[in-house]
């Protein structure tokens, strides 16, 4: 077979293209610091590595959101923490307020200051994040959840919470509704008394015109089958009229009844009423009707704001009368527990708060290692091993300049050198 001189020429010319061409490839490996820099260098690796990193792509979606799930939590943290604060100072200005020797122009000072507490309450139930939208509104977050209504203050929000995904396999609430915050107890609460007659939200539908004070009530035994149930004293007359009072329970579907303590006589200086396991002291002049009704807090008044109105009502008037004294005496000792079970209530959904920022901690290192997992498996795949590729670069680099030699000295080549 004859090799003309035309085919010797183009298979030098090719060999070089090649070895320029693999040399080139090379080259972009070293820049780019990856082995895989089209899918067909490695069909298989290219296909894994996209969804490595659309793992990774999802995985820092999650951490984005967590930043803002953080952001909101530590926003109301920080609310909660102002609320907890306020709840603290009212009722140490009630305490301050219930001393017997202070004047009605002193506790007009104390109502002073403790409606200014009431007025930082209500503007951190309606503050706002840092895009104007209301923390405790639930999902209607572009309006006041708590409004004046004239008779109070009312919730208009949501009782939703809005809820963001942060990892794969958790969403989380990023939020509290106000209502379950400022118009509600913990169920463990304890026992509240009011004077007068107290319908089913807490609300005084028959006030006392009497001067009977009391303390408690106080729990002696939490076993006692009663236990947990609403009373209430009420106080009438024997035949002779000395006075008297009678314990009644209330039953399932509202109504009151006795408990066998019908008529007990009754000691203006000092009573001590035992029933349902609880213990309640009673002191004062009763007139025929008045009454004490005691329940378990989450059945009485539930709502804070409610409570520093009750108590501004009864400061900021003049307590001249026994039957004035003893309501302002009766009140602030039921505001102080209604502000006790408020607090509680606040701090437990701070805690609910902390814990969840704490959870968003431990899914941050969970996703930080799954990041580096992701990470070492993107490199195995198509990082570049620069000890190789650097050894194999200078391999490369001496068979191109062999081709090359070689076509300079087939190029030469010519019968005319010879004739």
Known sequence: M??????????????????????????????????VVTPSDDPQAASRAVAVGQSQAVTQQFTDARVSARNALSQEESVLNSVSDA?????????????????????????????????????QANATDGNGRYLFGG????????????NGMAYRGDDRVRHQRVDASREMPVGDSGEDIFLR??????YVAQQGKVDADGKVVSDNSGSVTFKGPQVIDNSDPGYGQRYQVVFGSD???????????????????????????????????E???????????????????????????????????KALAVLENPAETPAEQAT??????????????????????????????????????????????????????????YNQAIAEYSLRQVGMQAAQQAFIGIRDMSLFNYL
């Open 139 to 150: 999902y209607q977050d572009s309006s006041a959840p708590f409004v004046d209504t004239g």
């Open 328 to 385: 302002m005496k009766n009140t602030l000792n039921t505001v102080m527990r209604e502000f006790d079970a408020g607090l509680d209530n606040v701090l437990t959904t701070r805690a609910s708060v902390g814990a969840r920022l704490n959870e968003l901690d431990v899914i941050d290192a969970v996703s930080g290692n799954r990041q580096l997992n992701y990470a070492q498996t993107m490199s195995d795949l198509v990082d570049l091993d």
């Open 185 to 190: 107890v913990p169920s463990g609460a304890g």
């Open 275 to 309: 029933a349902g396991g609880l213990r309640l002291e009673l002191k004062g002049e009763p007139h025929n009707g008045d009454s004490i009704t005691y329940a378990p807090a989450s059945e009485m008044n539930t709502n804070l704001f409610q409570s520093f109105e």
């Open 2 to 35: 004859r090799i003309s001189t035309v085919t010797i020429f183009e298979q030098s010319v090719g060999s070089m293209n090649r070895q320029q061409a693999d040399f080139m490839h090379l080259s972009q490996q070293l820049a780019s610091g990856r082995r």
């Open 87 to 123: 709840i603290s100072s009212a009722k140490a200005l009630l305490v301050q307020a219930s001393n017997g020797t202070l004047s009605d122009a002193d506790r007009q000072s104390i109502a002073s200051e403790l409606r200014g507490i009431y007025e930082t309450v209500i503007g």
């Open 239 to 273: 035949g002779d009229g000395n006075p008297t009072y009678s314990v009644q329970q209330q039953d399932e579907g509202g109504n009151w009844q006795s408990i066998g303590m019908d008529d007990q006589p009754y000691d203006p200086e000092g009573t001590t009423v």
